[in-house]
Every structure is written in C-alpha cells, then in structure tokens.
C-alpha cells in the first residue's frame, strides 16, 4: 500500500538530494566567475521525468488513501497522529502528497521569470531556453494533476456541506456551477429556497438547513446528467423561470434574475452536451432538440420523471373530462405522465423505474402502457357500473334528489342522489342531474340507519354506518328525509320496493301533481 500511495517519491527525492541541489548550491558559490544554471539544468533536466510515473499514479493515490481512511481505523489514527506533529504545518497527507505534483511547475515559472530577466547576449540564454522546453513539457503533466487536486479539495469541502452523507468525492466528479434558487411547487406557485451543486455527471437538488458552522444542506433529489432536458418556461406570476427534466425527477426553477437564469441554462446544457460527447453510446442524441415538450413520451413512461400538471390549470380530469369537485372527485396527479385526473382515473398502481421501481399511483391509460395489460376484472365491472348515466336512472328509479353529503370529516358537499329501481339496493352519487357517470356508489345492504340529526344546522340529517364506513347526509327539508329513510331502510336489510303504490319520492318538497315527477 505505502508504494502505491507514494509510487517512487523516493527516487525523486534521491535525485533532488544527491544531484540537483547539490550542482546548484556549487553554482551559486561560483556565481562571480560563472553566472549560469541553464546547463546545468538542460544536464539534469531529462532525469526530471521521473515525476511522470508519480503524476501518473496521483489519482489512483488519493482514491486509496480515501478508501482505506474510511475502512481501516488503524490507518486513519496512524494519518491523523503524524498530521499533528509540528513538521506537517497543519496540512493533510492529501496536500503532501501534492507537493511533488507542484514541483515542476515551479520550476517552469521561476525559469520564464529568469529568461525574461537574462539579456539577450547572455552566454545561458541558449541553454536555459532549451532547458525550459525539456521542463515545460514535464509541467504539463503536472497542470493537470494540480487541477485535479483543486478539483477534489472543493468536492471534499462539499462533502462536508452535505453532511458526509453523499458519496461524490471522486476524481471523475468535477464540479461545474452551485448557488441559490427557487424551485417552484408542483401543486401550485409557491417558491420554496433550494440549493444546486452542478457536476460533470449529476445535479444535486438541496435544501438548506440550520448550521452554526458554515453552509450546510440535506440533498432531496439526485438528478443524472444522463437523459437530462433544459427547458425554458415562462411563469406569469415568476418571472426567469426554466424547467430541468431528468429521467428521476423534474424541476421547475426560478433564477434570481435574466441573466442568473441564463447562466443555469448556458451551464446545464454545455454540461449535457459534453457529458454526450464523451459517451460514444450517445452520439446520435448530442444535437438538441428544439421541439422539447414538457410531457413524458410513450416510450419514457416510468423511465422518465414528468412535470407535474399544476391543479389550477385544470378543472376538469385530463383522462375522463369530468369536473372536479371537493366532494368525490378530488385532484390526484398520475406519476408517469403527470397529468391531474380524478381518484377514480388513478385507481392502478405500476412500479416506475425512475423511482427504483417502486409501486406509485398512475392513471388507467399509463398503468396500461407499463403494465402491458388491462385492468382486472373485478375493476373493469366497478367503472362499468359507474358509466351508467345519470339521466338513465334517475327517470327509472325508486327516489332521486338533491342531498348534502359528508364523508367522515370532510366538508360537506352539494350531491345527486339516486336508487334506481333495477338496482333498489345501491344508491348512486352523482355531481348533477345529467352526468355521464356516477362519481360513487354506496351498497346499502348491511349498513345501520341512524336519523338523529348531527347539529341545529342540519335538522334534515341522517347517518349511514357499516364497520368504519361512515356516510352522512342531509335533506332539504323533514318530509324529502323521510322518504329517503323509507327506501334506504328497506334496501339495508335486503328489501325492495314492491307494488303499485310505491311511488318515486319527488325531487322537491312540494311537488306539482299536474306536473310528470322529474324522476
């Protein structure tokens, strides 16, 4: 291990020691006589490229170091004690092991600093020019490994931002862009603060947290530069807004201003671009696609995180084009296509692949596409049942009107209530008179009546109970209430409405004798 850290820093070292230096410091006490190092340089310059295995080796270096300082105790107490001897200068193992790294370019810069001083006609200009070219050639080995040591200095410093809980330091990582922004709700168009680390791979999506000491955040999503769109949105109400789709999840941001939003832009797509350009597998897809569209194709379904459809951009289900209301039909977001639809049209499930495969709620038509197959039976006979029209039962029904309805506690909510009379023992709900499909139905065989009334506010009110199913509605008036009890008590205990003298109950109070029920 101790020669894969350190590769031959023992051989540079011997030949700094016994040849260099020691040359040098006799140049310099004959300096009167001989005022020129260039050939002693140009000489001993080609044993300089000895630090090319060393400068090969450095990232392999820090990467072990790294590893066996997390997994050997013994190994990082040993490190840490001889970081605290007074030799050390308070700095890591990581940046004395750089120093070697360093060396050449510092030679190169203070023999370009001695040229521009040397006249012309100086007797070592010839041979410090040409021992510049044999260095210069060494130092841009070393540029490299130094920038990489930045590199992973700055990736250590945001390790410890993030808690040490993200595993990015790396030398394959390189950080790109972080700041500030706003990322705004899916739901609707608050602004939340949130923070971004851009690297060459992936984009860390942050929120920050409380800290005495310095920045510090807890990463919320990871993001893969991989399959990546940037899409420029505008927001009425926010303005330098723009959109990052990644196949884990899709984010619409707000920059502080035109131009930071620009910037974001420039930086995310130079990043995508580059990381195309340096995977041959995805060269086909470098050039950008003007026609980037928000929604997830076809082919993406699961793989790709959708933009979520905001609730007040519809008011109706994007799948089924029934209304929304507060009672039964309430805003559910698919998570494949992220389009808003009703609870009945996200009743299905299907495991997403950029969500590790976890079962999430999808509408009928996705659960289909990633599923490969239909819905079961049993469902398909319940949304058959809920497609009867509205119009069609209630002109045959045993009672029909306009009730308040309230499920456990939850407002209550204006409903058209009906029991037809091919099916006396299923009251339907629906959201109007002429609605093309029942919002729920409720079998009423086996619940308990209760027509206490709830409040001094409701004195028309009555209870449906089975187990904890809960079901309260509530008449216009005393007399609707009844005829409601009359039925539905029959139908809890598995009777139904027989003979000529059962009569529809009347949609109103006071219905007109001369006028054909509406029901």
Not at 173 to 194: H, M, P, V
Not at 290 to 295: A, L, P, R, Y
Request: glycine content about 4%.
């Amino acid at each position: 291990m101790v020669n894969k850290i350190f590769s031959n820093i023992s051989s540079i070292n011997a030949f700094h020691s016994k040849f260099l230096l020691p040359e040098l410091e006799k140049r310099m006490q004959e300096w009167e006589t001989t005022p020129k190092i260039g050939d002693i340089l140009q000489k001993l310059a080609p044993f300089l490229k000895m630090y090319g295995e060393y400068v090969k080796g450095f990232d392999n270096a820090m990467e072990l170091v790294k590893n066996m300082t997390e997994r050997i105790p013994q190994f990082k107490s040993v490190v840490e004690e001889i970081q605290k001897q007074k030799i050390c200068g308070s700095l890591t193992l990581q940046h004395h092991m750089l120093e070697p790294v360093q060396r050449i370019p510092r030679y190169e810069m203070l023999l370009k600093d001695y040229l521009r001083k040397l006249p012309a006609d100086s007797p070592d200009w010839n041979d410090a020019k040409k021992s510049l070219e044999i260095i210069s050639t060494a130092a841009s080995h070393s540029n490299s490994a130094i920038r990489k040591m930045e590199n992973l200095k700055k990736l250590l410093e945001i390790y410890e931002m993030l808690g040490e809980e993200e595993d990015i330091v790396n030398p394959s990582n390189e950080l790109i862009k972080e700041g500030q922004i706003l990322k705004l709700a899916a739901r609707n168009t608050s602004a939340q603060e949130r923070y971004l680390f851009l690297f060459n791979n992936m984009l860390l999506y942050c929120v920050p947290r409380f800290s005495l000491v310095g920045s510090k955040f807890t990463v919320r999503t990871r993001v893969g530069i991989d399959g990546m769109k940037i899409l420029e949105t505008h927001n009425e109400e926010y303005p330098h807004t723009f959109q990052v789709s990644g196949k884990e999840r899709t984010l619409e941001l707000q920059a502080s201003s035109e131009q930071d939003k620009e910037e974001w832009i420039k930086a995310l797509q130079e990043t995508i671009d580059a990381f195309h350009q340096r995977h041959e597998t995805f060269r086909n897809a470098i050039a950008k696609d003007n026609d980037i569209h928000s929604e997830v194709s076809t082919a993406e379904l699961g793989k790709r995180a959708p933009r979520w459809i905001r609730d007040n951009e519809v008011t109706m289900c994007m799948k089924c084009k029934e209304s929304f209301n507060a009672l039964t039909r309430r805003r559910h977001h698919c998570r494949a296509c992220g389009h808003v639809v009703c609870w009945k049209c996200s009743d299905y499930k299907a495991q997403l692949e950029y969500d590790g495969g976890k079962l999430s709620k999808v509408c009928k038509d996705c659960y289909q596409i990633i599923s490969g197959f239909t819905d079961s039976e049993e469902k398909e006979f319940r949304y058959e049942i809920l497609n009867i029209e509205s119009a069609e039962v209630s002109g045959n029904s045993v009672v029909c009107s306009f009730l308040q309805y309230m499920e456990k506690s939850k407002p209550w909510q204006k409903a058209w209530c009906v029991i037809p009379k091919q099916d006396p023992l299923v009251l339907y709900m629906y959201g109007a008179p002429q609605d093309v499909r029942a919002q729920a139905t409720i079998p009423l065989l086996g619940y308990v009546v209760d027509d206490m009334p709830r409040s001094a506010d409701l004195p028309h009110s009555f209870k449906l109970t089975q187990s904890k199913s809960v079901h309260s509605f509530a008449a216009d008036s005393e007399e609707l209430k009844q005829k409601w009890l009359k039925i539905i008590r029959l139908a809890v205990t598995g009777e139904t409405p027989d003979g000529p003298n059962e009569h529809p109950a009347a949609l109103d109070d006071h219905p007109d004798p001369k006028r054909k029920s509406e029901c």
